[in-house]
């Protein structure tokens, strides 16, 4: 058995099931590795981590980076999408009159650092959104809940979750997704070095996950969600539930590409078109070797295809 | 016993009565005051929540604050239990490390002027922008966490620990040059005698900012494999909107920081009031 | 010529402050002084003299009320608020930051006298003990009788209607030393301010005062009082009189009775 | 001039020839002996970086960061201006709301008890967990970055201003009350006076921490509408990967730091040189 | 009687200290002593006599290796290190953190000598100046003339060769002192130590010194040095003898010229 650990972007919640079902179910095992999954959390940057070879593998949030380490020559490449969708949200109180994408301009926008260096770059080039209605968030969505004229960050399958039960109603909810940013979210990033050297480890993480997901999707999640639950005292059984339902709604892990290429699948078609349009509201600089960020080479061979067929019976 | 030392019994035990008599009010004021501007500061968070209806998720009461202490007591003291060990280690580690880098500044000028500006460096560099570097080559949590907390704490037990040293008195300065004291003599018997408040003072501050260098540590650093502190319960119940639970969880730390305060100026005390100013009863 | 205290205390002269039964004992437990009765008149040079660690010091410390006695009472016939009182500690106490001329000037900065207004009588301060040439001299760059002086200087500036003085002399020369036991003796027949002053020396005690009370020690008690009915102004050729000689006598062996009584005690 | 002053002007000539002599010799060692260590360091962060092969993205190598430094100087100075001018700010009010309070505690030890507890409450509570608080209301982006760094700063003056009021000499204090002084005069001419060494060595550990203040101000705050500091560089480059510029902005804090220090450092010799023993030469 | 130090040069009495035309200017821009030379002779009583501020202090720190000339020479005939000394301040100079006791025990501490062991020497020390009953007091809690005392007691508890005091009697009163002179001379004479003396009292330094050195002030120098020819062992009949009288008038005219000398420098 090898030894690997994996670096997620926050603490253990629903929208990692995949990987802690995998863990949980032994698939991981079945090729070869024994997995270790590191959580991140709000101030943690487990990127470094795998700049540092300290994990092998670790959970992009959005393409955006992985231009970034091109830019910066660091050799790190991408070798599978989980979430097909971002599931970044922008939400507001609802009846105050901001129901539309353009209504939002009007309005301070809570945002992570992360959100600000990235999608809100692409919101600020592409729509005119300007830096000033910025305000940080720090994670703590009492400031939205507080005042109806603001705006806030969020994850679909979590924040609105959170919002209803302590705010007492349902945010409208604009996906950014839905509004042409249309980056793989999610993603495993791995070091050159790892390819080249141990591309059998690269090659069962990929596959395994893809199961993992699939399992955890449309099987019995309770084993991944028992090991969520351990992983983070504070989750509770009713937002993991929410957040699977969301994800399978929004088809966040599973749609479009993935339904034929299997979970994980990635395309060079979308990974220029989506460069394209960042290089076009200047987020990234133009004339990087887009393909250098990412390879197709462990993705796109329909794993777990029988395994859902199989699950969900279609 | 003679008449005169018997009077003398008899004055002294009147002074002291009258002595415990003011001693009594005296306090009973201190602990009687402080607890009534407490009060008082409860009640008005309590009045200001209640009558602007602020909701619990922006700023909850008092009331609704001890309420969810009470009840999430469990997982908050083991919490607390877990950042007051990586307090005290910090302490202990800020002051090994504020006093010896003192003790070696006061060697020489030279010493001095060559290593401070790299204390400083480490006062003010952000603990967020290098623990990433820190995280890279420090395996052990405890240590890392440790390594942040003592960031954070021990430039005020350093920078007071050398002005102490430096501030002995010249003419015993002469006195222990006349004997032919050695290095080891002069800090052992002089120096770090006369540094004892302005070291106190030092110890006094890092005292919070250890506390401060837990909570940011445990926030930059997490806590996997030791078990979750307050920084932690704060930031999920953050997360999570669980407002009443966040504040029960900073008035902890509050708490923490009086008590560590409480007892370093305890033992300041004890270990001045034989001798200086700043802890001589101001009667006469 | 040496009447005690007891055969004068009918005189009509006014207290200006009153012992009665004082006893001070620190919280160590060191009875410092034990009963001690002590009238203070209006207008007269009173010396404290005694051996080292007597009381001498705690004494005037209480009649300034800088102590509370630990038993016993302290009386103020006037009001005490409107006292003015100049002061001389055992150490010269003086500001570190401070030059010599700013801790002169602190009594009447203390009453809102500007540097301006009270340059003059600051400088001539100073001047009374010859340190007119040190004035922006720091206490550090000064020597410890310099120091002293300074002191001294402060204490007089205000021209106060009570000075309380402890070993002021202590640590200067013979020839600095009578020099200002006269300007002192002068100043005090021309302002008719009352004067309580510390000494170990038996010759400065008799030198300047009207009255001397001995000492002595362990526990602190005044063992005597001796009035020194010569008249003012005594001058230099005072200290070569044969009267002089006598009155030391007198009070030297007052002296050594206390520290006999010392040993027994 | 008369023969004996000649002398001693010659003898004090010769004095001073030789103190220059000396100082310039000891200054010369103040400069070079640093400067060496320095150089040292930095060589040997050179060869670690070049030895081990470390890659730029983890641990960029000297030559690397300065020459990020200088291509990126027009971004990262305009930062650096940010950042300072909200440290300046941040320290000012640190100073003004520090000694302010050490003035009212040292007034009565009652007042004291009663609010010190509080002081030890802002100074370690976790600005992150109460800054969505501040965030609620308070509407001024630079108040609430000076609220931020203030609450970090302010204490180790207020902590050290209290001790040095309360460590005047004894029979001073008698002297002024002899003289009738009133509070404020006792406060002002001798309380004050007696404190400064303790508030400059207060003054000299805020001085960092104010920085430290700004920064971690800007990384909870954000900047919004002021203009983005170094700790916007700092997040901005680590998100975007550009290792060098993170760690050039780390060194212009560092830098930042030291020269806040060397200038509290100037200014409190020049108060103190002229009595506190801290201050004074070490020689004879 | 008495004859000026030149007629006794030629004796063949070694040097302990010598200072060659040393002249001392401090920073500030005072010149505190000029074109001082002084043989300080193995096993003599040399006194410094001089009015305050004429540089006593100032050359009593030198000879001490405590302060350096600006200008001339200190000679140490004997390796300076191997010299053990004994100083007394002008000030008590204590640890205010430490009793009495620790006070004085602190040389005994520095040469590595225990607590246990120094028990009975650091008592006797503190016996010899009347303060056993306080060895646990801390400094604080001592009148000024015990802190003296203890500083006194701190100097003689090594037994040193080289004892250099800066007016350690000045605080106490007369009885006290005339004690401790005649302890100090008992035990000058039985060790033979070499002892440079400050004093301001010319009655002093006649009556303890083989020798005197009489100091001017602006500059500081020494205007005379003055030998006592008076057999040792001297007691208290020496004070009333004519002899004593003549050598006291002879030292006070030296001083006053000293002064005068003042007045026109
Ligand atoms: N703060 C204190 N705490 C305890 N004991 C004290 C304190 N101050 C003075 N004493 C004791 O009180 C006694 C008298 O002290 P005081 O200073 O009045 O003596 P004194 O007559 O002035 O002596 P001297 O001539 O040496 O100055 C001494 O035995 C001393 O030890
Ligand atoms: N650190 C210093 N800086 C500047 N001047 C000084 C310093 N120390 C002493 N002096 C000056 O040197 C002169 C001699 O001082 P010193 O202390 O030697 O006098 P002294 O003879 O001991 O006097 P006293 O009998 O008053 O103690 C004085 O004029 C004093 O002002
Ligand atoms: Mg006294
Ligand atoms: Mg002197």
Same mark, same amino acid.
């Not at chain 1, 970044?88 to 109180?93: A, F, I, K, N």
């Given at each position: 058995?090898?030894?690997?650990?994996?670096?997620?972007?926050?603490?253990p919640?629903?929208?990692?099931g995949?990987?802690?079902?995998?863990?949980?179910?032994?698939?991981?095992?079945?090729?070869?590795?024994?997995?270790?999954?590191?959580?991140?959390? /709000?101030?943690?940057?487990?990127?470094?981590?795998?700049?540092?070879?300290?994990?092998?593998?670790?959970?992009?949030?959005?393409?955006?980076?992985?231009?970034?380490?091109?830019?910066?020559?660091?050799?790190? !490449?991408?070798?599978?999408?989980?979430?097909?969708?971002?599931?970044?949200?922008?939400?507001?109180?609802?009846?105050?009159?901001?129901?539309?994408?353009?209504?939002?301009? +009007?309005?301070?926008?809570? &945002?992570?650092?992360?959100?600000?260096?990235?999608?809100?770059?692409?919101?600020?080039?592409?729509?005119?959104?300007?830096?000033?209605?910025?305000?940080p968030?720090t994670?703590?969505?009492?400031p939205?809940v507080?005042?109806?004229?603001?705006?806030?960050?969020?994850?679909?399958?979590?924040?609105?979750? %959170?919002?209803?039960q302590?705010g007492g109603?349902?945010?409208?909810?604009?996906?950014?997704a +839905?509004?042409?940013?249309?980056?793989?979210?999610?993603?495993?990033?791995?070091?050159?070095?790892?390819?080249?050297?141990?591309?059998?480890?690269?090659?069962?993480?990929?596959?395994?996950?893809?199961?993992?997901?699939?399992?955890y999707l449309?099987g019995? /999640?309770?084993?991944?969600?028992?090991?969520?639950?351990?992983?983070?005292?504070?989750?509770?059984?009713?937002q993991?539930?929410?957040?699977?339902? !969301?994800?399978?709604?929004?088809?966040?892990?599973? =749609?479009?590409? @993935?339904?034929?290429?299997?979970?994980?699948? &990635?395309?060079?078609?979308?990974?220029n @078109?989506?460069?394209?349009?960042?290089?076009?509201?200047?987020?990234?600089?133009?004339g990087?070797?887009?393909?250098?960020?990412?390879?197709?080479?462990?993705?796109?061979?329909g794993?777990?295809?029988?395994l859902?067929k199989?699950?969900?019976?279609? | 016993?003679s008449?005169?030392?018997?009077?003398?019994?008899?004055?002294?035990?009147a002074?002291?009565?009258?002595?415990?008599r003011?001693?009594?009010?005296?306090?009973l004021a201190?602990?009687?005051?402080?607890?009534?501007?407490?009060?008082?500061?409860?009640a008005?968070?309590?009045?200001?929540?209640?009558?602007?209806?602020?909701?619990?998720? $922006?700023?909850?009461?008092?009331?609704?604050?001890l309420?969810?202490?009470?009840?999430?007591?469990?997982?908050?003291?083991?919490? &607390?239990?877990?950042?007051?060990?990586?307090?005290?280690?910090?302490?202990?580690?800020?002051?090994?490390?504020?006093?010896?880098?003192?003790?070696?500044?006061?060697?020489?000028?030279?010493?001095?002027?060559?290593?401070?500006?790299?204390?400083?460096?480490?006062?003010?560099?952000?603990?967020v922008?290098?623990?990433?570097?820190?995280?890279?080559?420090?395996?052990?949590?405890?240590? !890392?966490?440790?390594i942040?907390?003592?960031?954070?704490?021990?430039f005020?037990?350093?920078?007071?620990?050398?002005?102490?040293?430096n =501030?002995?008195?010249?003419?015993?300065?002469?006195?222990?040059?006349?004997?032919?004291?050695?290095?080891?003599?002069?800090l052992r018997?002089?120096q770090? /005698?006369?540094a004892?408040?302005?070291?106190?003072?030092?110890l006094r501050?890092a005292?919070?900012?250890?506390?401060?260098?837990?909570?940011?540590?445990?926030?930059?650093?997490g806590?996997?494999?030791?078990?979750?502190?307050l920084?932690?319960?704060?930031?999920?119940?953050?997360y999570?909107?669980?407002i009443?639970?966040?504040?029960?969880?900073?008035?902890l730390?509050?708490?923490?920081?009086?008590?560590?305060?409480?007892?370093?100026?305890?033992?300041?005390?004890?270990?001045?009031?034989?001798?200086?100013?700043?802890?001589?009863?101001?009667?006469? | 010529?040496?009447?005690?205290? %007891?055969?004068?205390?009918?005189?009509? @002269?006014?207290?200006?402050?009153?012992?009665?039964?004082?006893?001070?004992?620190f919280?160590?437990?060191?009875?410092?002084?034990?009963?001690? +009765?002590?009238d203070?008149?209006?207008?007269?040079?009173?010396?404290?003299?005694?051996?080292?660690?007597?009381? !001498?010091?705690?004494?005037?410390?209480?009649v300034?009320?800088?102590a509370?006695?630990?038993?016993?009472? $302290?009386?103020?016939?006037?009001?005490a608020?409107?006292?003015?009182?100049?002061?001389?500690?055992?150490?010269p106490?003086?500001?570190p930051?401070?030059?010599?001329?700013?801790?002169?000037?602190?009594?009447l900065?203390?009453?809102?006298? @500007?540097k301006?207004?009270?340059?003059?009588?600051?400088? =001539?301060?100073?001047?009374?003990?010859?340190?007119?040439?040190?004035?922006h001299?720091?206490?550090?760059?000064?020597?410890?009788g310099?120091?002293?002086?300074?002191?001294?200087?402060r204490a007089?500036?205000?021209?106060?209607?009570?000075?309380?003085?402890d070993?002021?002399?202590?640590?200067?020369?013979?020839i600095?030393?009578?020099?200002?036991?006269?300007?002192?003796?002068?100043?005090?027949?021309?302002?008719?301010?009352?004067?309580?002053?510390?000494t170990?020396?038996?010759?400065?005690?008799?030198?300047?005062?009207?009255?001397i009370?001995?000492?002595?020690?362990?526990?602190?008690?005044?063992?005597?009082?001796?009035?020194?009915?010569?008249?003012?102004?005594?001058q230099?050729?005072?200290r070569?009189?044969?009267?002089?000689?006598?009155?030391c006598?007198?009070?030297?062996d007052?002296?050594?009775?206390?520290m006999?009584?010392?040993?027994?005690a």
């Amino acid at each position: 058995q090898e030894q690997v650990s994996f670096g997620t972007n926050w603490l253990p919640q629903a929208e990692h099931g995949g990987y802690y079902q995998a863990v949980a179910d032994g698939t991981y095992e079945d090729c070869g590795l024994e997995v270790t999954i590191l959580p991140g959390g /709000p101030q943690v940057n487990n990127r470094a981590l795998l700049l540092a070879g300290k994990i092998q593998f670790h959970m992009g949030g959005n393409l955006i980076q992985a231009f970034s380490a091109i830019e910066q020559d660091i050799p790190l !490449k991408v070798v599978a999408a989980h979430f097909q969708k971002e599931p970044q949200v922008l939400m507001t109180h609802p009846d105050q009159g901001l129901d539309t994408w353009e209504s939002l301009k +009007d309005i301070k926008l809570l &945002m992570g650092d992360n959100g600000f260096q990235s999608y809100y770059q692409w919101m600020i080039a592409a729509y005119g959104f300007s830096a000033d209605q910025r305000e940080p968030y720090t994670f703590n969505p009492a400031p939205f809940v507080a005042n109806p004229r603001v705006g806030q960050q969020g994850y679909v399958t979590s924040e609105p979750y %959170a919002i209803e039960q302590v705010g007492g109603f349902v945010p409208n909810i604009f996906l950014l997704a +839905d509004y042409g940013f249309d980056t793989y979210a999610t993603t495993v990033e791995v070091m050159t070095e790892t390819i080249e050297e141990n591309p059998e480890a690269v090659q069962c993480f990929v596959d395994g996950s893809a199961i993992g997901w699939t399992n955890y999707l449309y099987g019995d /999640p309770s084993a991944g969600d028992e090991l969520i639950l351990a992983a983070n005292p504070e989750m509770t059984p009713e937002q993991l539930a929410f957040s699977r339902e !969301k994800m399978r709604e929004y088809g966040i892990v599973d =749609s479009g590409d @993935s339904l034929e290429l299997g979970i994980g699948a &990635m395309t060079e078609e979308r990974y220029n @078109s989506f460069y394209e349009k960042m290089v076009d509201a200047g987020v990234v600089p133009d004339g990087l070797d887009v393909d250098s960020s990412y390879t197709l080479e462990f993705v796109n061979k329909g794993v777990g295809l029988d395994l859902r067929k199989s699950l969900t019976g279609e | 016993m003679s008449q005169a030392e018997a009077d003398d019994s008899v004055a002294w035990a009147a002074a002291q009565e009258a002595n415990t008599r003011n001693n009594r009010r005296a306090r009973l004021a201190r602990v009687g005051l402080p607890f009534l501007l407490f009060v008082l500061l409860i009640a008005g968070w309590h009045f200001l929540v209640v009558i602007n209806e602020i909701p619990a998720y $922006i700023l909850p009461g008092p009331g609704t604050v001890l309420t969810t202490l009470i009840k999430d007591w469990p997982i908050l003291s083991q919490s &607390m239990i877990n950042t007051l060990a990586i307090t005290g280690l910090a302490l202990v580690v800020a002051t090994l490390g504020g006093v010896g880098l003192a003790i070696l500044f006061s060697q020489s000028r030279l010493v001095e002027y060559s290593l401070f500006p790299y204390a400083v460096v480490l006062q003010v560099t952000p603990v967020v922008a290098v623990f990433p570097l820190i995280n890279i080559y420090v395996e052990n949590t405890v240590a !890392k966490l440790l390594i942040c907390a003592w960031i954070i704490a021990f430039f005020p037990i350093l920078s007071n620990t050398t002005l102490g040293l430096n =501030s002995a008195d010249r003419n015993l300065h002469n006195l222990f040059a006349l004997y032919g004291a050695s290095r080891w003599q002069t800090l052992r018997h002089l120096q770090l /005698p006369a540094a004892m408040p302005y070291f106190l003072g030092g110890l006094r501050i890092a005292g919070g900012l250890s506390l401060v260098g837990a909570v940011v540590a445990e926030f930059v650093a997490g806590t996997a494999g030791f078990g979750s502190g307050l920084a932690f319960r704060i930031i999920e119940a953050g997360y999570r909107l669980n407002i009443p639970r966040m504040f029960a969880a900073i008035i902890l730390i509050s708490v923490a920081g009086i008590m560590i305060y409480l007892v370093l100026s305890l033992v300041s005390h004890l270990i001045l009031r034989k001798w200086h100013e700043s802890a001589l009863d101001r009667e006469k | 010529m040496i009447r005690t205290a %007891a055969a004068s205390a009918d005189r009509a @002269s006014e207290s200006a402050v009153a012992l009665r039964g004082v006893t001070k004992t620190f919280p160590g437990g060191v009875t410092a002084v034990r009963h001690v +009765d002590l009238d203070v008149r209006q207008g007269e040079f009173l010396s404290l003299l005694g051996p080292s660690g007597c009381g !001498k010091s705690t004494v005037l410390r209480m009649v300034a009320g800088l102590a509370s006695p630990s038993s016993g009472q $302290i009386l103020h016939p006037h009001d005490a608020k409107a006292r003015d009182v100049g002061f001389v500690f055992q150490e010269p106490t003086l500001m570190p930051w401070a030059s010599a001329f700013s801790n002169v000037w602190l009594p009447l900065r203390l009453k809102g006298v @500007s540097k301006r207004a009270a340059e003059a009588r600051v400088m =001539s301060a100073l001047e009374g003990v010859g340190l007119a040439d040190f004035a922006h001299s720091y206490p550090r760059e000064l020597s410890g009788g310099m120091r002293m002086r300074v002191s001294l200087a402060r204490a007089l500036v205000t021209e106060p209607s009570l000075l309380l003085l402890d070993e002021p002399f202590a640590a200067l020369d013979e020839i600095t030393r009578f020099k200002l036991n006269n300007d002192l003796l002068e100043l005090w027949q021309r302002h008719g301010f009352t004067v309580v002053f510390v000494t170990h020396s038996v010759f400065e005690s008799v030198y300047l005062s009207s009255r001397i009370a001995v000492m002595a020690a362990r526990p602190g008690r005044i063992l005597r009082t001796l009035s020194i009915d010569e008249p003012y102004p005594r001058q230099d050729a005072f200290r070569t009189s044969e009267a002089y000689a006598g009155f030391c006598r007198e009070t030297s062996d007052a002296l050594a009775q206390a520290m006999a009584a010392d040993a027994v005690a």
